[in-house]
């Protein structure tokens, strides 16, 4: 089962068990550029130009979690590619996984803006720019 929790949810879970593995699952780019949160494991789900599912996600997790009940969060722009991350893993055995929901920027605004009403770095959670 893939549970869900908010940024601040997920924060205070990551404080509490220090065992668990935040994965940030966008493109490069994005986790450069638009920021990530401090501690995050970087492991593209799809990858600019193409949007092609990385065939090396699950190798990469395995990696970084080899265990199947490591707790892995994972966290996206919005939460959608984290969820269909989170299924991947679910399928292949990881047993406590969490979509943080609203993502890294949270849903578009009126405006079309991204950051102005959920999300990670709106949350005022630690975070960084590479």
């Known amino acids: 089962m893939i549970d869900n929790l908010t940024p601040p949810q997920a924060w205070e879970f990551l404080k509490d068990h220090p065992e668990a593995k935040l994965i940030d699952v966008r493109t490069r780019m994005e986790y450069?550029?638009?920021g990530h949160p401090?501690?995050?494991?970087?492991?593209?789900?799809?990858?600019?130009?193409d949007w092609q599912v990385n065939d090396r996600f699950l190798d990469a997790v395995r990696e970084v979690a080899a265990d199947p009940?490591?707790?892995l969060?994972?966290?996206?722009?919005?939460?959608q590619r984290s969820l269909d991350a989170a299924r991947v893993l679910e399928?292949?055995?990881y047993r406590?996984?969490?979509?943080v929901l609203e993502g890294f920027e949270g849903d578009?605004?009126?405006?079309k803006h991204r950051g102005t009403q959920g999300g990670w770095r709106f949350h005022g959670l630690p975070w960084e720019q590479s």
Do not use: M
Request: aromatic letters at 8%; one cysteine or more.
């Open 38 to 49: 401090k501690d995050a494991v970087h492991i593209p789900w799809k990858e600019f130009p």
């Open 73 to 79: 969060l994972l966290l996206c722009r919005s939460g």
């Open 32 to 34: 450069a550029f638009v």
């Open 96 to 99: 406590q996984l969490i979509n």
């Open 69 to 71: 009940d490591t707790p």
């Open 91 to 93: 399928q292949a055995g």
């Open 108 to 111: 578009l605004d009126a405006e």
